[in-house]
Every structure is written in structure tokens, then in C-alpha cells.
């Protein structure tokens, strides 16, 4: 039998173990942001390119990891909005002593503070998603940099 429930992603990700994994990864990329500006000034050593490079692919393993819980989290807060957006459309509706129109309850929707708050909660996990995935690609991206440095290329000062 798989593992997968042990490993899946469960049900409303909490953020508290989303900053976890997130501080954990970051203390990584500030290690690679060190060595890309070690090898960007000095002539970086062969040895220690080939495991910057390890470290590389470390971190990409953990973004990977962390992405599936900042997706799920950002589909969440979508989620939420359209459930928030939801309840503030009947109660607006309901409440209303005179017939009221779609386009009038849509308006009152669009500037409730709790559907305002629900979106806004939801741009940041977005943004939050789309800045990992960002970080993923530059980190393949120096992966390849430093085993190319391991390999005695990209060495401009010889």
C-alpha cells in the first residue's frame, strides 16, 4: 500500500506549518544567495561548486515539497472568498426591505470589509505561491551555474 496519506497534503493547510517550511527553505536560499556572490566576485572552487550545487538541488526538493502545501493553501483562500462572497450575497439579499437588483448586490458585495478581507487573504497566498515557483526556476537555474563551475566551465579568470 502507498504511502501517500502519510506524505499527501491534508485538508486546510495550516499556515503555521506552511511559515515553518517556508523559514526552513529560506534559510537555504540565503546560503546559495551567499555562494552566487562568492562565485560572482572570487574564483570558486571546484569542490565547493559541486556541493553549492547539491545544496541547489536540496532546495528545489524542499520548494517542491512546500509548493504543494502553498498551492493547496492558495486554492483554499479562493475557495474562501467564493464561500464569503457567497454568505454576504444572501445576507444582503435577505436583509433588503425593497426588491434589490443583481448588479446593486453584486456592488454591495464587491465593497463588504469581509469579502475584501477573503480576497485580500487570497492575493497573498497567491503571490506567495507564484514567488516559491519563481524561487524554483532560479534554482535550477544556479544548479546548472555551479555544476558548471564543478566542471571547470564558466572560470573566466584563468
Not at 560572482?40 to 545544496?55: F, G, I
Not at 469581509?114 to 535550477?140: C, D, G, M, R, T
Request: with cysteine.
Amino acid at each position: 500500500m502507498s504511502d501517500w496519506n502519510e506524505i499527501g497534503p491534508e485538508k486546510d493547510t495550516d499556515p503555521e506549518d506552511l511559515v515553518a517550511a517556508s523559514e526552513k527553505v529560506e534559510r537555504i536560499i540565503a546560503q546559495i544567495s551567499k555562494e552566487f556572490k562568492l562565485a560572482h566576485n572570487y574564483k570558486y572552487d571546484v569542490e565547493k561548486a559541486e556541493l553549492t550545487a547539491a545544496l541547489c538541488l536540496e532546495a528545489q526538493k524542499q520548494i517542491a515539497e512546500f509548493l504543494s502545501d502553498a498551492e493547496i493553501y492558495s486554492k483554499e483562500r479562493k475557495s474562501e472568498v467564493e464561500s464569503v462572497s457567497a454568505e454576504r450575497y444572501f445576507h444582503y439579499k435577505e436583509s433588503a426591505t425593497d426588491k434589490i437588483s443583481e448588479s446593486a448586490l453584486n456592488h454591495f458585495i464587491a465593497k463588504d470589509e469581509k469579502v475584501k478581507e477573503a480576497k485580500s487573504e487570497q492575493f497573498k497566498a497567491e503571490a506567495n505561491y507564484k514567488k516559491w515557483q519563481n524561487l524554483l526556476s532560479i534554482l535550477k537555474d544556479g544548479h546548472i551555474y555551479f555544476r558548471g563551475l564543478a566542471k571547470g566551465k564558466n572560470d573566466w579568470s584563468s
